[in-house]
């Protein structure tokens, strides 16, 4: 069992003393929730903070994106800091990750920025079948 606490419950005016209180109290992974106002309606932080907060925390960011366009940001995320991203691909319809055609989108996405890392994730909430799988790394 892993705990990740996520970082929406944190008070972002003591954010670091906040990121040393969860790995003190043995969290595992930061749970880091990114929101676009679009795709959610809620609004939260993006890359400026997971790269802010890399350098001063070394728990595992399992950082979960529920924006519009994911794949655009999926290599940005991992550059700031994040170690698994974790994306909803009904964010912009049906993707099938190997190029062209509809149906129930593949999980052999051939361009894994997560490759050599613990790999990424894709949701597809309400679909049959569908779930959380790893992309193969």
Request: aromatic letters at 8%; charged letters at 25%.
């Amino acid at each position: 069992m892993l705990i990740s606490p996520s970082m929406l419950s944190a008070d972002f005016a003591r954010l670091k003393e906040e990121l040393d209180r969860v790995k003190q109290g043995g969290a595992d992974w930061l749970h880091i929730d990114v929101m676009d106002g679009h795709f959610v309606p809620n609004i939260s932080f993006g890359m400026p903070v997971i790269r802010c907060i890399r350098p001063v925390s070394d728990l595992f960011f399992d950082v979960h994106i529920m924006i519009s366009q994911p794949q655009k940001y999926i290599t940005d995320l991992k550059k700031s800091g994040a170690d698994l991203v974790t994306f909803h691909v009904e964010a912009e319809g049906e993707i099938n990750f190997q190029g062209g055609g509809g149906g129930r989108p593949r999980r052999d996405y051939p361009h894994d920025p997560c490759r050599g890392h613990e790999g990424g994730h894709f949701r597809q909430a309400g679909h049959p079948g569908g779930g959380a799988g790893p992309l193969p790394g």
